[in-house]
């Protein structure tokens, strides 16, 4: 799956530019994108795969992106608007967004409420001296804003999945780009290439090169060696977890902050696990062609409904390579998590059930419900020690925040140690590192010797 994703970014802006021509059919005059004024009415920016972005969240976004350049350019930005774009810059990143959501749900990336819940309680723009701003507050934020608190949630899911899918292809994989270079040429360069094999037992001399030699070869090759400057350091650790084991929370503390977010963080919507098999078709297939795949389509559901084995169907005839291999198994899912034809089907079916052809913006789909979650509220004791540990976290959280930014002020002019000993907390030595080493006992420390190194 990796390769095939990783094949798939590598030609996702190529592809971009052709879909951003295709489905940008009007501008925004706001943002120097032309005139609105011949479609008054439009409730979608664009179309991808048959996926809406609406005008309201694209409004949104290309106000943001007009923030930040109001921010980094001060005085100079009512000269340079003209030539910022906005508009199409933001229906160019609401596109791509759109595109590696929809590769996400085909790959049966989900996010669950309690991730949702969690990120928009670390939200800095919805905390107050780093705490949270409470429900009330929070939905009252939406009252009289022009984005719903139904949307707002629903975009923090989107962002999750697609985090979700750029984290598993961008943090297991680095692709340099001598080796997309090298890929490109492996692919499409020919050669024909006279080659003779040496052993190299046969040229090794008797007891190896003398020592002045590998020294002389040292001296004539010193930049292989070099790791560049090193530099060595002391620090002081403030560690959130540490500090969160020695902190406690009450029982009341603990059913209040469950009391308060348990409509939206603890309740589960209704689920379905189903399989499918899909049969692409292409935008803008011909009827013959669209007619073709459709009878392929309905002799493999005829044999589905007659009761073969649906998991063997779909290994041997899906066309959505992430689940075929898996029997079509897409997982569980809730409401809004697939296309909408495809949602109303499954959620009409019963366990066992095998739908009839669906029609989607993919293609037909044969599909078939495996098993069903019901709603509920999960209950307090589930998740009261979870629940303990994430407050002690919390707090600690800010207390270290705290605590770190007034060690640093007092510590400031190279009083680290003597700053240090007058509070008990321990000084570490960094050892020496060079550029894009780590600390010896801090696995993500590459900020710090970034910092020292500068």
Do not use: C
Not at 237 to 242: E, K, M, Y
Not at 422 to 443: K, N, W
């Amino acid at each position: 799956m990796l390769r095939q994703m990783r094949e798939w970014f590598s030609y996702l802006k190529w592809l971009l530019v052709v879909i951003v021509f295709m489905f940008i059919w009007w501008a925004f005059a706001s943002w120097g994108g032309g005139t609105s004024s011949r479609r008054p009415t439009a409730t979608w920016a664009a179309r991808v795969n048959g996926e809406e972005i609406p005008v309201a969240r694209f409004q949104s976004y290309a106000r943001q992106i007009d923030s930040t350049y109001q921010a980094i350019l001060g005085e100079q930005y009512a000269q340079q608007r003209a030539f910022l774009k906005i508009g199409q810059r933001a229906i160019n990143d609401l596109v791509e967004q759109e595109l590696v959501y929809q590769e996400a749900m085909r790959q049966g990336i989900t996010v669950t409420p309690r991730e949702v819940t969690e990120a928009i309680t670390r939200d800095p723009r919805l905390q107050e001296n780093g705490q949270f701003i409470g429900l009330a507050r929070y939905r009252s934020l939406f009252r009289e804003d022009r984005l719903s608190l139904a949307d707002f949630e629903e975009q923090i899911r989107h962002d999750l999945v697609i985090e979700k899918l750029r984290s598993l292809v961008e943090d297991a994989v680095t692709v340099s780009d001598p080796e997309v270079e090298q890929e490109f040429l492996k692919r499409n360069q020919k050669s024909t290439v006279e080659y003779v094999i040496i052993s190299p037992d046969r040229l090794r001399r008797p007891g190896g090169p003398s020592e002045a030699e590998v020294a002389r070869y040292y001296e004539e090759h010193k930049d292989r060696y070099s790791k560049g400057e090193g530099r060595s350091g002391v620090y002081v650790l403030f560690s959130p977890a540490d500090l969160a084991a020695t902190r406690t929370v009450s029982d009341d503390e603990v059913r209040a902050a469950y009391e308060r977010d348990r409509n939206v963080r603890y309740t589960v919507p209704d689920q379905r696990r189903a399989s499918h098999i899909l049969f692409k078709v292409a935008a803008g297939a011909d009827a013959a062609s669209v007619g073709k795949i459709e009878g392929k389509a309905r002799d493999v559901l005829r044999r589905a409904k007659a009761g073969e084995d649906f998991a063997a169907l779909a290994r041997k005839y899906s066309e959505d390579t992430g689940s075929a291999k898996n029997g079509g198994d897409l997982n569980f899912f809730g409401r809004k998590q697939m296309v909408p034809e495809f949602e109303a089907a499954a959620f009409a079916l019963p366990i066992g059930g095998v739908s009839d052809l669906v029609r989607t913006s993919f293609g037909f789909h044969i599909i078939k419900v495996t098993e069903t979650r019901a709603g509920r509220t999960v209950p307090f004791e589930e998740v009261r020690d979870a629940l303990r540990e994430e407050l002690k976290s919390e707090r600690a959280r800010g207390e270290i925040v705290k605590r770190s930014a007034d060690f640093a002020r007092a510590a400031a002019g190279g009083k680290l140690e003597a700053v240090a000993r007058s509070q008990g907390l321990p000084v570490r030595q960094t050892g020496t590192v060079h550029e894009g080493e780590a600390l010896p006992d801090l696995a993500a420390s590459q900020p710090v010797v970034a910092r020292m190194l500068s």
